[in-house]
C-alpha cells in the first residue's frame, strides 16, 4: 500500500449559498468528508494505492461514505461501522471562497470511537506512508488508536505525515489542542501547517519560522499559504513556491488535496528521504499547489479533486504562478 490514511470520515453539510455566516445560511447540502479521507481519494485520483482507517455509524451515512470511498478506488478494509453512535456531521459556511467556518455534531461521533483493537495491522505494517490528523487526537479511545497507529506504522519503516488541521470547537482550548499536537510533532516525518496553526506552534505567522518545528523532529515541514502558495523547511534552509492564479469557488479540502500531491511525489523514490532536496521540494510543492488550485475552482471536496492527467494539463497550461508576497527564501 502505498498511503494509508486514518481519521475522520463524515458528512460535511455545505452551505446553500455563500457569503453569509454559519447562523445566515438558509440551507445545507450534505457532501462526503473528514480531511484524512479527503487525502485518500485525492491520493487515488493522483494514481497512488490508497486506504482509510476509522469509523463511521452504522448508518445510512455511514455506509454511503464507505461506498463513496470504495467507488473513487480506496480500500475500505479498515472501515469500521458503530451500531451505537452516529457519523459525525460538519456544518460549514464560506463567508468568502477562501474562509470556512466550522460547527460539529457529535455527540459523540463514531469517528471517536475506533478503538486499538478495532485498527487493520496488516494495513499498517505494508504501508509506504501513514497519513493522520490532529482532528483524531481530541477524544478518546481514537487518540489511543491513533498513537498505536503511528507506534505500528513507524517500526514497519512507513513515513508519518501528521497535518494539525486545527478545528477550534472540537478542544476544550487552544492550550489543550497545543498539548496534544506538540505531543504527536516528534513522531511525524512530514508536518504540515497552515498559518494560523503556525502561529499556535511558534507565535509567529512568518512561513520561515516553521523551521524552529524542525527542531522538535520532523524531516520536512511545510506551510500551506492559500492563494499565496506554500513554504517547505528541511535542514539547511527553506523556500517558498508560488501559487498559481485560478478563480477560487471553495477552498474547502485544499489543503487535502495538496498533502495528497505531495506525498505522491514525495514516495515516488524507494527511500523518500533521497527526495528532502530544495530542488525536487521546489518542483514537488508546486505539483501540489496545482491540485489544490485545481480543487478549489469547483464547489465540494470529492468532486473536485483532479486526476493526475488533469495535473499534468494545468502545468502546462497554467500561467506564471506568483511570488508569496513578503516572503524571502532562505
Same mark, same amino acid.
Given at each position: 500500500?502505498?498511503?494509508?490514511?486514518?481519521?475522520?470520515?463524515?458528512?460535511?453539510?455545505?452551505?446553500?449559498?455563500?457569503?453569509?455566516?454559519?447562523?445566515?445560511?438558509?440551507?445545507?447540502?450534505?457532501?462526503?468528508?473528514?480531511?484524512?479521507?479527503?487525502?485518500?481519494?485525492?491520493?487515488?485520483?493522483?494514481?497512488?494505492?490508497?486506504?482509510?482507517?476509522?469509523?463511521?455509524?452504522?448508518?445510512?451515512?455511514?455506509? #454511503?461514505?464507505?461506498?463513496?470511498?470504495?467507488?473513487?478506488?480506496?480500500?475500505?478494509?479498515?472501515?469500521?461501522?458503530? #451500531?451505537?453512535?452516529?457519523?459525525? +456531521?460538519?456544518?460549514?459556511?464560506?463567508?468568502?471562497?477562501?474562509?470556512?467556518?466550522?460547527?460539529?455534531?457529535?455527540?459523540?461521533?463514531?469517528?471517536?470511537?475506533?478503538?486499538?483493537?478495532?485498527?487493520?495491522?496488516?494495513?499498517?505494517?505494508?504501508?509506504?506512508?501513514?497519513?493522520?490528523?490532529?482532528?483524531?487526537?481530541?477524544?478518546?479511545?481514537?487518540?489511543?488508536?491513533?498513537?498505536?497507529?503511528?507506534?505500528?506504522?513507524?517500526?514497519?519503516?512507513?513515513?508519518?505525515?501528521?497535518?494539525?488541521?486545527?478545528?477550534?470547537?472540537?478542544?476544550?482550548?487552544?492550550?489543550?489542542?497545543?498539548?496534544?499536537?506538540?505531543?504527536?510533532?516528534?513522531?511525524?516525518? +512530514?508536518?504540515?501547517?497552515?498559518?494560523?496553526?503556525?502561529?499556535?506552534?511558534?507565535?509567529?505567522?512568518?512561513?520561515?519560522?516553521?523551521?524552529?518545528?524542525?527542531?522538535?523532529?520532523?524531516?520536512?515541514?511545510?506551510?500551506?499559504?492559500?492563494?499565496?502558495?506554500?513554504?517547505?523547511?528541511?535542514?539547511?534552509?527553506?523556500?517558498?513556491?508560488?501559487?498559481?492564479?485560478?478563480?477560487?469557488?471553495?477552498?474547502?479540502?485544499?489543503?487535502?488535496?495538496?498533502?495528497?500531491?505531495?506525498?505522491?511525489?514525495?514516495?515516488?523514490?524507494?527511500?523518500?528521504?533521497?527526495?528532502?532536496?530544495?530542488?525536487?521540494?521546489?518542483?514537488?510543492?508546486?505539483?501540489?499547489?496545482?491540485?489544490?488550485?485545481?480543487?478549489?475552482?469547483?464547489?465540494?471536496?470529492?468532486?473536485?479533486?483532479?486526476?493526475?492527467?488533469?495535473?499534468?494539463?494545468?502545468?502546462?497550461?497554467?500561467?506564471?504562478?506568483?511570488?508569496?508576497?513578503?516572503?524571502?527564501?532562505?
Amino acid at each position: 500500500m502505498d498511503i494509508v490514511c486514518l481519521g475522520e470520515l463524515l458528512v460535511d453539510m455545505f452551505p446553500a449559498e455563500q457569503g453569509r455566516r454559519l447562523a445566515d445560511v438558509s440551507a445545507f447540502l450534505p457532501k462526503p468528508g473528514g480531511a484524512p479521507a479527503n487525502a485518500a481519494v485525492a491520493a487515488a485520483r493522483l494514481g497512488a494505492q490508497s486506504a482509510f482507517i476509522g469509523k463511521v455509524g452504522d448508518e445510512a451515512f455511514g455506509h #454511503h461514505l464507505a461506498a463513496v470511498l470504495q467507488a473513487n478506488g480506496v480500500d475500505t478494509r479498515g472501515v469500521r461501522f458503530d #451500531h451505537d453512535a452516529r457519523t459525525t +456531521l460538519a456544518f460549514i459556511a464560506k463567508p468568502d471562497p477562501n474562509t470556512q467556518e466550522f460547527v460539529f455534531y457529535r455527540n459523540p461521533g463514531a469517528d471517536t470511537r475506533l478503538r486499538t483493537d478495532e485498527l487493520d495491522r496488516e494495513l499498517l505494517q505494508s504501508t509506504r506512508v501513514l497519513h493522520i490528523g490532529s482532528v483524531s487526537l481530541g477524544a478518546e479511545p481514537i487518540r489511543s488508536a491513533v498513537w498505536e497507529a503511528v507506534t505500528t506504522a513507524h517500526q514497519a519503516g512507513a513515513l508519518i505525515s501528521f497535518d494539525v488541521n486545527y478545528r477550534p470547537t472540537l478542544w476544550e482550548s487552544p492550550q489543550r489542542a497545543l498539548e496534544e499536537v506538540t505531543a504527536m510533532i516528534p513522531q511525524a516525518d +512530514l508536518l504540515k501547517v497552515n498559518e494560523v496553526e503556525l502561529e499556535l506552534l511558534t507565535g509567529s505567522q512568518d512561513p520561515a519560522a516553521s523551521r524552529r518545528l524542525l527542531e522538535m523532529g520532523p524531516a520536512l515541514v511545510v506551510v500551506t499559504l492559500g492563494p499565496h502558495g506554500s513554504y517547505f523547511a528541511l535542514a539547511g534552509g527553506g523556500e517558498a513556491v508560488p501559487a498559481f492564479q485560478v478563480k477560487a469557488v471553495d477552498a474547502t479540502g485544499c489543503g487535502d488535496a495538496f498533502i495528497a500531491g505531495l506525498l505522491c511525489r514525495l514516495i515516488t523514490a524507494d527511500d523518500w528521504r533521497t527526495n528532502l532536496t530544495p530542488a525536487f521540494l521546489r518542483e514537488t510543492l508546486r505539483y501540489a499547489n496545482a491540485v489544490g488550485a485545481l480543487t478549489a475552482q469547483t464547489m465540494g471536496v470529492i468532486p473536485a479533486l483532479p486526476t493526475s492527467a488533469q495535473v499534468e494539463v494545468f502545468l502546462r497550461l497554467a500561467p506564471p504562478a506568483h511570488r508569496v508576497p513578503g516572503t524571502a527564501n532562505a
